[in-house]
């Protein structure tokens, strides 16, 4: 066979030379010296392509990841005792020589033990002497510098070595030290945010303060326009050493991020953890301002700040009390019924107390005690254990934040017992107690177990009004009732709302399809294998409405995006997602947020000042409250159209009418923004008869501000979905009973939604599919009188509030198996923004 060689690859035809055997040798030591050089040079390339790599680009890896990290700073701060210091009042300024030659001494000792950690000493940068009080006990703190290579050390240096550290060195310098040596007896370290070591010597944006009985005034910086962004602001506040410190803060706003901006509050003059008092963002309205007080005579108080959004601060006052006015609590109570309270109630309690109260009623009756309040909230506590602040009752104790708790004597005699540790405090407690009979505990009312008494006819009516399920034991169900599978009896209403109403699922059980179907918006009934398919098997395109995989079908559950597109997504809009490709999902969403902090008060119905800052007082002539609205936008009203289409036309009459915004009290208008109407447009398809279509738009004469107490709500895309079972809220200022007088505060009742199919049947097919039903109706909670045109709101896990109904019509209020009726807002949506433009 012969062998061919290829040249010419010039364009033309290749040429083929047949190689005689002489030249067939000379050619292969010719390929071996060839092949030879191009592995040699493969060998250099690939050596070069190496150190290029590793100089060029792996430097540059290794740069552009040092550039993600960052050196990491650790402080830690505490106290120490100075037994053989005598005090003197020049040691608390700052400026003083005496303050100057001590703080000096003690940070040398510092570092000097610091040092000898063979760890510690690579990375301690220095230690600040901060403050000195009575004692002599002086306030310090310490920080190490860890650069980015070093990162993965951060965990070893610890609270407990940096501890361990400081007293081995302490008892080293005791057993050799001489008479003029400074001796330290106790001393303590607490890992500190870096953000908060302050050097009062450096006088940046550091305060000394001086509590007297007279009140005083301090103020972040920029108040009440803004204050700076990256501020590291402190206060020493001190008083006579039979004082302590109080301080409350008539107005606080700050960003609503812990961890970028706060206010934290220690009772001491170092930013230790364990003796903190408190750490607060957020906004907090005048009803509940943050009111807190030390157990000694000084307090450290803290602003930092770095977020972008810069808000108006806070305005504090504070002042001298007497130290037993915190120290003294508990005590003998031996009337028939009264009240006791946590030390301060309803400021913060103070750290470090311990209350005891011994409740004596005459022989032969018991003691109840009810709580009406109850917050002992304390960060990384288990409630369960209780292991910080608590109350406790004969052998139970109690902490966090309880929604029902009372309690039921054995005897005569209860003793109550209250502590709060040395760190992080709150609102506390205030109970009722009072004597009762045993043999007739609750006349003309029912027993719970508990011991506390309610109406008879909250007996056996689906709802757990006792908070111990007692007076739902031993029921027999009614004909407007579904008897569950434990016993339980729950109202027919409350079947198929995918709640588990009953406990065991029971009122669950025969709405579904089966395992292995899909059940349909409309309730029908298809193989599992049609959802996210990319076809349209329901009706209402229910199986296709929350697929990524589906992005061509348009359904009743898609959000349609202002380019057209539909997103297959469940309550899309406002989610803080951008799901549309014009991000048209996430415009307009200023909208459905409360500004202030607002507490849980136990068993209240009485709406907080700015909870719902959306609920709008309508005023007819001179008769006062007559029906509600919310706020949509600056010049939009949203309210019902039976308000206005009435036999008389002067209720259509626009100047007849005058809306208050940012109003709880109908009695006072402070910050209430009054507005007449411009025009009043109600839908032109509602009908007085059946109350279909029972919505109107109000048009302000003026725009309203928006402020903390007035804000719009969101309204729902038409795709919006508040499913069945889900918790919502209606407001109002309607009367407090059937038949009754209207409320004077805005009041407010939590209920959830009714599936539709039982509520046509309960409302004996009334319901349109511009309505929905919503109530507690066994509960006695509902809309009524005077609520008509108020919102019904839910809250989505994006944050945001959105108005799902109008307060329309029922049969009288809260009566048994008669749920309220509210305009669907989602099926009105269209006609909403058709004549507003919003």
């Known amino acids: 066979m012969y062998s061919a060689r290829y040249d010419g690859h010039n364009g033309r035809q290749e040429q083929i030379d047949f190689l005689t055997n002489k030249e067939k040798k000379s050619s292969k030591k010719t390929i071996a010296v060839v092949v030879g050089v191009l592995a040699a040079l493969l060998i250099l390339a690939a050596l070069a392509a190496f150190l290029i790599w590793l100089f060029l680009f792996k430097s540059t890896e290794e740069s552009t990841l040092s550039k993600l990290l960052e050196p990491s700073t650790l402080v830690f701060s505490g106290h120490m005792k100075l037994p053989n210091v005598p005090y003197n009042e020049k040691l608390e300024k700052t400026n003083s020589k005496e303050f100057e030659a001590l703080a000096d001494d003690l940070e040398a000792i510092l570092g000097e033990n610091l040092k000898k950690d063979d760890l510690l000493t690579k990375y301690y940068t220095k230690s600040v002497v901060s403050a000195f009080s009575e004692g002599v006990v002086a306030y310090y703190w310490s920080q190490f510098d860890i650069p980015v290579e070093d990162l993965e050390i951060v965990p070893e240096i610890s609270e407990e070595r940096v501890l361990e550290t400081l007293e081995n060195g302490i008892k080293a310098q005791r057993s050799t030290g001489g008479p003029k040596t400074v001796r330290i007896t106790e001393i303590t370290a607490s890992a500190t945010d870096p953000r908060m070591a302050r050097n009062p010597r450096a006088k940046e944006c550091f305060f000394r303060l001086e509590a007297e009985d007279k009140t005083k005034t301090f103020e972040s910086p920029g108040y009440p326009k803004a204050y700076p962004a990256k501020s590291r602001c402190q206060w020493q506040i001190r008083t006579s050493v039979d004082n302590a410190i109080f301080v409350t803060f008539p107005f606080f706003n700050v960003e609503d991020d812990c961890s970028d901006d706060f ?26 301002p943050l009111e807190v007080s030390s157990s000694g005579n000084i307090m450290l108080i803290n602003l930092i700040t770095d977020s972008e959004v810069q808000r108006p601060g806070f305005s504090a006052n504070y002042k001298a009390i007497p130290k037993s006015k915190v120290k003294t609590c508990g005590g003998e109570l031996s009337k028939s019924q009264g009240v006791f309270t946590s030390p301060l109630h309803p400021s913060f309690y103070p750290p470090a107390v311990d209350c005891k109260w011994t409740i004596k009623v005459p022989a032969g009756k018991k003691v109840r005690v009810k709580f009406t309040m109850f917050r002992m909230k304390e960060p990384g506590v288990d409630i369960r254990e209780c292991n910080k602040d608590f109350v406790q009752i004969e052998d139970r104790k109690f902490c966090g934040e309880v929604s029902s708790l009372s309690h039921t004597s054995k005897t005569n005699i209860l003793e109550v017992y209250f502590h709060s540790d040395e760190s992080y405090t709150d609102k506390g407690f205030s109970a009722e107690y009072s004597a009762f009979d045993p043999q007739n505990p609750c006349p003309n009312e029912f027993a719970c177990a508990s011991g506390i008494c309610i109406a008879k006819d909250l007996r056996c009516d689906g709802w757990n009004d006792c908070g111990d399920m007692s007076d739902e034991m031993k029921c027999k169900c009614e004909d407007d009732q579904f008897g569950c599978k434990n016993g339980l009896c729950k109202p027919r209403i409350w079947m198929c709302d995918r709640v588990n109403d009953c406990g065991d699922g029971s009122d669950e059980e025969q709405c579904s399809c089966e395992e292995n179907e899909w059940r349909c918006g409309d309730g029908t009934c298809l193989p599992q294998d049609v959802v996210c398919d990319t076809k349209k098997d329901c009706e209402d395109g229910s199986d296709e409405a929350n697929c990524k995989t589906s992005p061509g079908i348009c359904s009743d559950f898609s959000f349609q995006c202002k380019n057209k597109e539909c997103v297959n997504k469940v309550n899309a809009e406002c989610d803080r997602i951008n799901d549309c490709s014009d991000n048209s999902d996430e415009e307009n969403c200023g909208c459905g947020t409360r500004p202030y902090k607002l ?76 507005r007449s109407l411009k025009k009043i447009i109600s839908h032109p398809d509602y009908n007085i008869m059946t109350f279909d279509y029972d919505v109107a738009l109000l048009e302000l004469s003026e725009p309203l501000e928006f402020t903390n107490t007035i804000q719009p709500i969101c309204l729902p895309s038409s795709s919006h979905v508040f499913p069945a079972g889900m918790s919502c809220w209606v407001t109002g200022w309607g009367a407090l009973r059937e038949g009754g007088q209207a409320a004077r505060l805005l009041q407010k009742a939590s209920v959830k939604i009714i599936n539709d199919t039982v509520c046509n049947v309960v409302t004996e097919g009334q319901v349109t599919s511009r309505m929905l039903c919503s109530g507690f109706l066994a509960g006695g909670v509902d809309a009524c009188q005077g609520d008509s045109g108020g919102p019904l709101v839910c809250f989505e896990e994006s944050g945001k509030w959105f108005q799902a109904g109008i307060v329309s019509w029922g049969e009288g209020c809260a009566r048994r198996n008669k749920p309220g009726v509210y305009s669907r807002v989602t099926k009105l949506i269209g006609w909403i923004k058709k004549e507003t433009g919003i």
């Not at 003059?269 to 009803?287: F, M, V, Y």
């Open 263 to 288: 206010v934290s509050i220690y009772d001491s003059l170092s930013p230790d953890d364990s003796q903190a008092i408190t750490e607060k963002c957020g906004q907090r309205p005048p009803s509940n």
């Open 599 to 674: 507490n849980r008060i136990v068993g209240g119905q009485n709406a907080e000042l700015g909870e719902w800052p959306w609920q709008v007082s309508l005023h007819f002539l001179t008769y006062g409250h007559t029906c509600g609205a919310s706020i949509i936008s600056e010049r939009w009203l949203l309210s019902a159209a039976h308000c206005f289409v009435t036999s008389s036309p002067s209720n259509h009459v626009p100047s007849n009418w005058q809306s208050y915004s940012g109003m709880q009290d109908q009695y006072k208008q402070d910050d209430v923004q009054r």
